[in-house]
C-alpha cells in the first residue's frame, strides 16, 4: 500500500515550456487535491476533484489545468511555465467533503 | 485577514517541556480542525483532528478547540527532539477544502 504516490520528484523547466505533474493513490478516496507550499505562505489549493469525473478551481489556478484520469489518478498540467510556478507542488487525497487528506512526497519545479 | 493564522515562531522549548502552538481562523462556519506535521523537505503528515469544542488527547498530543473564540491549539507534552518540525493548521468549512495557516516551527533543545 503506497498511499500517495508522485512524479517527478524534481523537475527544472525553462520559461515556456510545458509539462505534467503525475498522482496516484491507493487508498480507495473519493477526493483529490493539488497544493502548491511557498517559503511563508502555507499551502494553498490550486485544483481539487471531489469525486470521478469533476474538477473546481482552488484558491490559485490560474496557469494550471487538472485531469481526474481515472478514480486513482490526478494530473496537474502546466501549459506555459513562469518563473513564479517555481514551488513544490503536493499532491492529497481524502475520502471525501470534509475528511482528513492524505499527502503525497512532493514535487520539486524550479522554472528559469 | 488571513483564513488561518498562526504564530510563525520559531518556538523553542527545552526537551522535556510542553510546547503550545496556537492557531486562529475567521470563518465561524468552519467544522473540522486538523494539524499536521511537517518535517522539513517532507511532506505534511496529520497529527490529529478534531470537530467539537473541547479537549481532544492522543498521546503526548493534545488539540484544543474553542469555536466561540475561533481558535484551536496543540499541545506537545513531554516535547523530544523528534518533535522539531514545522506544525501546520488546518480548517474545513464541511466542503472539500482546507485552508492552511504558514505553519509554526517548533524547535526541542537537547
Known amino acids: 500500500n503506497a498511499g500517495v504516490t508522485q512524479t517527478p520528484k524534481f523537475q527544472v523547466l525553462k520559461t515556456g515550456q510545458s509539462m505534467t505533474l503525475q498522482c496516484a493513490q491507493d487508498m480507495n478516496h473519493n477526493s483529490m487535491y493539488w497544493y502548491r507550499q511557498d517559503p511563508g505562505m502555507g499551502l494553498r489549493l490550486i485544483y481539487y476533484s471531489a469525486s470521478e469525473g469533476t474538477t473546481d478551481k482552488g484558491e490559485v489556478p490560474n496557469g494550471y489545468n487538472v485531469s481526474r484520469l481515472n478514480k486513482r489518478e490526478f494530473s496537474l498540467r502546466l501549459e506555459s511555465a513562469a518563473p513564479s510556478q517555481t514551488s513544490v507542488y503536493f499532491c492529497?487525497?481524502?475520502?471525501?467533503?470534509?475528511?482528513?487528506?492524505?499527502f503525497g512526497p512532493g514535487t520539486r519545479l524550479t522554472v528559469l | 485577514q488571513k483564513e488561518v493564522e498562526q504564530n510563525s515562531g520559531p518556538l523553542s522549548v527545552p526537551e522535556g517541556a510542553i510546547a503550545s502552538l496556537n492557531c486562529t481562523y475567521s470563518d465561524r462556519g468552519s467544522q473540522s480542525f486538523f494539524w499536521y506535521r511537517q518535517y522539513s523537505g517532507k511532506s505534511p503528515e496529520l497529527i490529529m483532528f478534531?470537530?467539537?469544542?473541547g479537549d481532544k488527547e492522543d498521546g503526548r498530543f493534545t488539540a484544543q478547540l474553542n469555536k466561540a473564540s475561533q481558535y484551536v491549539s496543540l499541545l506537545i507534552r513531554d516535547s523530544q527532539p523528534s518533535d522539531s518540525a514545522t506544525y501546520l493548521c488546518?480548517?474545513?468549512?464541511?466542503?472539500?477544502?482546507?485552508?492552511f495557516g504558514a505553519g509554526t516551527t517548533v524547535t526541542v533543545r537537547a
Open positions: 492529497a487525497s481524502g475520502p471525501s467533503g470534509p475528511d482528513t487528506q492524505y
Open positions: 488546518a480548517v474545513n468549512r464541511n466542503d472539500y477544502k482546507l485552508s
Open positions: 478534531i470537530y467539537s469544542n
